[in-house]
């Protein structure tokens, strides 16, 4: 059990370190090898991100095709989902951070398979295992706090529907429920979103 949720909060740290990738907005969209394909406020998302996170998405569900518009809008989902967790008086205490790197440095000590693929991924990407660890630490902010963002609407409707939250395995109607709020966030935020013609599919 200890072990999914490793692996399973590893993957989303991966992905939060290519996230920053992502730069400030410019006026236009720059024609070059990586294009911004979309744009949330100031952030944007180039090509190379969603190759990336197509590639993550691929490999959650088995390896099945990832349609590039489902990579963005997790990826726009990704950005947005700190604006509401914000909007919900959520935040990050410091020592939440320094408690969740902690935990992330013992996995890689006690995991051969996490240790395996952070060592992997930190070769792919031509880093040192500091250089990991330096970037994972300034990424656990935000995939803490969209952890919290999940957290409490499971809790709120577990309450409002007699059922018990529980942070592993909860109740599938629970997990329906956040999933299909958080998708909804990309309607209620779309003002506030671009989509650009290198955007394929």
Do not use: W
Not at 23 to 47: G, L
Not at 64 to 71: G, I, L
Not at 119 to 132: F, M, N, P, Q
Not at 155 to 182: I, W
């Amino acid at each position: 059990m200890k072990r999914s949720r490793a692996c399973l909060l590893l993957l989303a740290l991966l992905c939060a370190f290519f996230f920053l990738g992502c730069s400030a907005a410019k006026t236009e969209p720059e024609a070059d090898t990586d294009p911004v394909v979309a744009r949330y406020r100031d952030t944007e998302i180039r090509q190379s991100l969603v190759d990336y996170e197509k590639k993550n998405q691929s490999a959650l569900s088995g390896g099945k095709e990832v349609r590039e518009r489902d990579a963005v809008d997790q990826l726009l989902l990704n950005r947005i989902m700190l604006d509401e967790a914000e909007r919900l008086g959520l935040s990050v205490t410091q020592e939440e951070v320094d408690a969740e790197f902690a935990a992330q440095r013992k996995n890689y000590e006690e995991f051969p398979e996490v240790r395996a693929y952070i060592d992997e991924y930190c070769k792919s990407a031509g880093i040192t295992l500091d250089g990991y660890y330096a970037a994972i630490q300034d990424q656990l902010p935000r995939v803490i706090l969209r952890q919290k963002l999940r957290d409490v609407l499971g809790e709120a409707y577990c309450q409002a529907h007699g059922l018990t939250f529980t942070k592993v395995n909860p109740p599938e109607k629970m997990r329906d429920y956040v999933q299909s709020y958080l998708d909804g966030l990309l309607d209620k935020y779309s003002a506030k979103i671009t989509y650009f013609p290198a955007l394929n599919g």
